[in-house]
Nanobody
């Protein structure tokens, strides 16, 4: 059974930090791209960051650059998202998703095969 389980969300004040985790099982983790997406109330889902497990390349959306860091621990089949200097506009449900790495960079949400259920991040002002 394929599973992606996010954890680490919570309530934090502006400027604070959170470490999100995405524990994966049931598929060839090392062959997949793992993305973090987020969706705020009333807004479209957007990608935050991506890591390509085969070669470790990482991508960040502009709003995440310099504040968020994605990493992958292949021994634990777990991807992390370290989020620093959080802002109220970072408030959203954060999802991890996995899609096969086809050598074309990070697949978009339509290329994701598996999704987690999400973890709520709330940044208070």
């Amino acid at each position: 059974e394929v599973q992606l389980v996010e954890s680490g969300g919570g309530v934090v004040q502006t400027g604070g930090s959170l470490l999100l985790s995405c524990a994966a099982s049931g598929f060839a983790f090392n062959d997949y791209a793992i993305n973090w997406f987020r969706q705020a109330p009333g807004k479209e889902r957007e990608r935050v960051s991506c890591i390509l497990n085969p070669d470790g390349r990482r991508y960040y959306e502009d709003f995440a650059k310099g504040r968020f860091t994605i990493s992958s621990d292949k021994s634990k089949n777990t991807v992390y998202l370290q989020m620093n200097t959080l802002k109220p506009e970072d408030t959203a449900v954060y999802y991890c998703a996995a899609g096969p790495d086809r050598g074309l960079g990070c697949p978009n949400e339509y290329g994701m095969h598996f999704w987690g259920r999400g973890t709520q991040v709330t940044v208070s002002s």
